[in-house]
Every structure is written in structure tokens, then in C-alpha cells.
């Protein structure tokens, strides 16, 4: 299974949900590689921190930013069950790239009428490679949600007129633990293991694997 996190838009929490991904597939016993694309590489250093803090790796990280990603992409694969691929915003070539490379493409969209807006770049992306890959998959998760508020349903009726992409049913809210397991290069899951974020991401995990199957 490739999953590629991908939005042209920054600052949509595609490192972060692809970070906690991985780590829950890793927790199911996952062979689980991440891609790093970014050039600024946010998941190798979340990846220095664990190793600054003396934590066991979760699953191997590898450092890409290179538009050729779909052309050695059997050769990552190789010994893993799962690629989670994180593709930096406002790269046309490196998006390509990672889109041909994927079986299910995930686009985190926060509950804002900008982000709606701005997914419009996205999708133009994943309708172009759906064309040279037919059985590409997409999805829409809506994450930072602001808990107690109908802008999160709002946003999922707004998503509707980029159909036949759907909205995922989980949701993952605006909480510190994300910025405190970061920080520490850990995930939510470690910790708590019961934890709203930690159920959020296992209920987002589930439905991926439906999507992906």
C-alpha cells in the first residue's frame, strides 16, 4: 500500500498525519517506510529528535525531494508493506511525482473556506495523473477541526463539489498533544494510548485501509 499525503496549499498537517500513520500501521505490525520530499525535510528532523531523545525508531525514514519518485518507486517499496509519502506544498514536479507513485492519495484539508479554495490545485494534479493512472484513489480528511463547532460540517458540504473525491467520516481536531509529541519526536499514541487524538488517528487509520483495500 503508498499512501501519498499531498495539498498544494501549506500548513494543512500532511507531515503530521502521515507521521501518525505510520506510526499506527508500524503498531499493527507494518513494514512501514516513510518519504520524505520535502526539501526542508519536517519528517527527518521530527525523525533527529526521536533519535536526540534516545527513542527506538518507529519505521525507517528516507529523505527524497526529487521528482523521479514514481519511477523507483517498486525499488522503496522493496521489504515493506506500506510507503507513506510526504509531498511539500507548491511543487508541481514533486506532486506529480508522488501522485504516480501512490494507490490511495490523502488530502488534508482544515475546516476553512481558503482551504476548500485551495484544494482546487490539488485536485487539478490528481485528475492529470489519474490519466496515465487510472486506478488512483483520493480522499479528503479534514484535520484541525475545532471541536464543538458546525464549520467542520460546513467544510464537508462545501468538499461536495469535488466529487467523486470523498470526505472521509474521521476527523482529527486541533489538539497539543500533536505539538508535544513532535517536539519530543513521538506520537500521540505514546503518548497516551487511550487519548481523543490517539483515537482520532486510529478511526482515520481504519477507514485509510478501507479506502486503500
Known sequence: ????????????GKTTLGLHVA????????????????????AL???????GADLPPLFEIEGYPKPTLHK?????????????????PQSNDLSRSALLAADLVV???????????????????????????????????????????AISRD???????????????AMVAQRVAFAESAARGQVVQELAEDSPATREIVALVNELREYAS
Request: proline share 6%.
Open 1 to 12: 500500500m503508498i499512501l501519498t499525503f499531498a495539498n498544494q496549499k501549506g500548513g494543512v
Open 45 to 51: 528532523d521530527w525523525a533527529e529528535a526521536r533519535d
Open 72 to 88: 523507483h518507486v517498486a525499488a522503496k517499496c522493496a521489504g515493506f508493506d506500506v510507503l507513506v509519502i510526504d509531498v511539500p
Open 155 to 169: 467544510v464537508r458540504s462545501a468538499l461536495e463539489e469535488y466529487a467523486p473525491i470523498p470526505t472521509l467520516t
Open 107 to 149: 488530502i488534508p484539508v482544515q475546516p476553512s473556506p481558503y482551504d476548500v479554495w485551495a484544494a482546487r490545485e490539488t485536485v487539478k494534479l490528481i485528475n492529470e495523473a489519474s490519466v496515465f493512472k487510472e486506478t488512483l484513489k483520493s480522499v479528503f480528511v479534514i484535520n484541525r477541526a475545532i471541536t464543538g463547532t
Open 23 to 42: 506510526a499506527e500501521l508500524s503498531r499493527r505490525g507494518q513494514r512501514v517506510k516513510v518519504i520524505d520530499m520535502d526539501p526542508q525535510h519536517s
